[in-house]
């Protein structure tokens, strides 16, 4: 069963830079085989998609974030660590944010969805501040 660990999420001021971080494990050398993403939920709002990678390639970002973040993703050994760089940070990014991974390599037309993955993890709090 594949494993996702946000280790603590963070506080910034409006127009800074932030990382937060997920640790995907438990699949053994499968891990390289996953498709991963970060959503994020800001308040009494719904579950959006942020950021997909699909396969090792492939990103798709939400017209909010494009140009704003990144997402870079390091394997070691069996250890995949899908990152999130968050710049030019609003009030809007607030929300706690989540890591997900599935097991398809091909998302179709919509790669944001949330339905399209089936693992999460239990979310980290952003709070962007002016």
């Known amino acids: 069963q594949v494993q996702l660990a946000e280790p603590g999420g963070d506080s910034v001021q409006v127009g800074r830079s932030l990382r937060i971080s997920c640790v995907v494990s438990g699949v053994g050398d499968a891990i390289a085989r996953y498709s991963l993403g970060w959503f994020r939920q800001g308040a009494g709002q719904g579950r959006e998609g942020v950021a997909v990678?699909?396969?090792?390639?492939?990103?798709?970002?939400a017209d909010l974030v494009e140009a704003r973040f990144t997402l870079p993703s390091v394997a070691s050994g069996n250890i995949r660590y899908l990152h999130l760089d968050m710049e030019n940070v609003r009030s809007e990014d607030s929300g706690i944010y989540y890591c997900?991974?599935?097991?398809?390599?091909?998302?179709?037309?919509?790669?944001?969805?949330?339905?399209?993955?089936?693992?999460w993890g239990q979310g980290t709090q952003v709070t962007v501040s002016s």
């Open positions: 990678v699909v396969g090792v390639g492939r990103f798709f970002y």
């Open positions: 997900a991974a599935t097991r398809k390599m091909t998302l179709g037309n919509a790669p944001l969805r949330r339905e399209s993955f089936e693992h």
